[in-house]
């Protein structure tokens, strides 16, 4: 289990108390998001200094602030993503190796 997901794991149940904790590799702060139906909690997970995982109810999000760039990902395909990870793992290390004929394709779900 990666320390993102033993944080996310262990703070499971502080969210709704709007808890914050922080571990040695990554900080976690909890916000009050205001929506019209009600208020929302997300968590926000320092990845690096320039990157941020931020774990709603209903969303998960990757956020790089350098190329102002992110993914919203629903907890179906961030799922679905933590099961493909090792073969993702596999490709970008061929790319950084600079090997031949490197080709990775795989569909999260949805439409």
């Not at 702060?29 to 774990?55: C, D, K, N, P, Y």
């Not at 790319?95 to 990775?104: G, H, I, P, S």
Request: charged share 25%; with cysteine.
């Amino acid at each position: 289990m990666s320390t993102i997901d033993a944080s996310i794991n262990d703070n499971c149940d502080s969210v709704g108390n709007a808890a914050t904790t922080s571990s040695a590799t990554t900080k976690t702060t909890t916000t009050s998001v205001a929506a019209t139906a009600g208020t929302t909690e997300a968590m926000t997970f320092s990845l690096s200094a320039q990157r941020q995982l931020i774990v709603g109810r209903n969303s998960i999000v990757v956020r790089d602030e350098t190329t102002r760039k992110f993914v919203n990902l629903s907890p179906q395909r961030w799922a679905k993503l933590r099961e493909v990870r090792n073969d993702v793992d596999v490709a970008v290390e061929r790319l950084l190796k600079k090997d031949e004929n490197v080709f990775y394709r795989r569909h999260l779900g949805g439409t």
